[in-house]
């Protein structure tokens, strides 16, 4: 079972199966999984305390790698980045005191 679906990836960016065939984006999918679980130390589950909150890390990293693989036009410029800043803030904030371990619910 993935963190999130296609269609929510979809939405969020606003591309269609036309733009993003569902092999890649699943694949994007698998690598933000990947990412957070490197990031955190461990796979997440659904009673997972903040599970919601990995949910919405990988949505944001998933989104970053489908931009990066964009052509760089002005309507895509600079949302790769902003949205994997966006990510690494959400995950950092997750940590006690800035930089222990992730809280545990």
């Avoid at 679906?5 to 984006?25: A, F, H, K, S």
């Avoid at 005191?97 to 809280?103: A, E, F, H, Q, Y």
Wanted: glycine content about 8%; proline content about 3%; cysteine-free.
């Amino acid at each position: 079972m993935g963190y999130v679906t296609r269609e929510e990836i979809r939405n969020l960016i606003g591309v269609t199966d036309l733009e993003i065939e569902d092999q890649r984006l699943d694949q994007t999918i698998t690598d933000a999984e990947n990412l957070v679980n490197a990031y955190t130390g461990k796979p997440w589950t659904t009673t997972d305390g903040e599970y919601s909150k990995i949910q919405t890390v990988t949505r944001l990293l998933a989104a970053s790698l489908i931009y990066e693989g964009l052509p760089s036009i002005q309507e895509t410029q600079g949302k790769a980045q902003r949205y994997h800043e966006l990510a690494i803030l959400m995950l950092e904030s997750m940590r006690v005191g800035g930089s222990g371990p992730l809280k545990r619910a």
